[in-house]
T-cell receptor, first 111, second 116 residues
Framework: GENVEQHPSTLSVQEGDSAVIKCTYS??????FPWYKQELGKGPQLIID?????GEKKDQRIAVTLNKTAKHFSLHITETQPEDSAVYFC??????????FGTGTKLQVIP | GAVVSQHPSWVICKSGTSVKIECRSL??????MFWYRQFPKQSLMLMAT?????????EQGVEKDKFLINHASLTLSTLTVTSAHPEDSSFYIC????????????FGSGTQLSVL
């Protein structure tokens, strides 16, 4: 089955700096890669996603890049703000197969 | 995005009692919903896939008699934790897939269950 590794497990950045979270996946059949933000005591919220036919996608301060050859994808957050502090999960799936989640990254943005 | 409503947000119960958690899709129909369990500082663990009008599919190691799932309509799935014990205390989250193809997974707000 699919295996998704996520790094780092914790990340502290100064407000205004950029944050990068990286994930690797094992199943070359995976073609959909979402990113979720989870605040304490809440369910995960889909913040951005990318399909395998696209190399990069951007939405305001967040962007995701995908390298299918290397089976890597990354989340980039620019101009970080304190409200960006949360746990971020990457995930991978294809078709109607179950979604496999990474282990999560706790991002702390220091004011 | 699609809205998935989950209730209650938190529940405290005595050991041996049963607890029901509801998950509703508010602005779309969900033939399939998913139930996850999450321990503190850990990732999401898929417990079961809930299919409207048929039996749920449970992941390996999940006791189907302990965690009863009912998906009686296209907008409602319920998870009942039967004869709850302290080890069942956890954060339970439901989700549903939306879109064509149905790739996007939207989550409910989660239910924190504490069994005394």
């Amino acid at each position: 089955g699919e295996n998704v590794e996520q790094h780092p497990s914790t990340l502290s950045v100064q407000e205004g700096d950029s944050a990068v979270i990286k994930c690797t996946y094992s199943d070359s059949a995976s073609n959909y890669f979402p990113w979720y933000k989870q605040e304490l005591g809440k369910g995960p919220q889909l913040i951005i996603d990318i399909r395998s036919n696209v190399g990069e996608k951007k939405d305001q301060r967040i962007a995701v890049t995908l390298n299918k050859t290397a089976k890597h994808f990354s989340l980039h957050i620019t101009e970080t703000q304190p409200e960006d502090s949360a746990v971020y999960f990457c995930a991978a799936s294809w078709g109607y197969q179950k979604v496999t989640f990474g282990t999560g990254t706790k991002l702390q943005v220091i004011p | 995005g699609a809205v998935v409503s989950q209730h209650p947000s938190w529940v405290i119960c005595k050991s041996g009692t049963s607890v029901k958690i509801e998950c509703r899709s508010l602005d779309f129909q969900a033939t399939t919903m998913f139930w996850y369990r999450q321990f503190p500082k850990q990732s999401l663990m898929l417990m079961a896939t809930s299919n409207e009008g048929s039996k749920a599919t449970y992941e390996q190691g999940v006791e189907k008699d302990k965690f009863l799932i009912n998906h009686a309509s296209l907008t409602l799935s319920t998870l009942t934790v039967t004869s709850a014990h302290p080890e069942d205390s956890s954060f339970y989250i439901c989700s549903a897939r939306v879109g064509v193809p149905a790739e996007k997974l939207f989550f409910g707000s989660g239910t924190q269950l504490s069994v005394l």
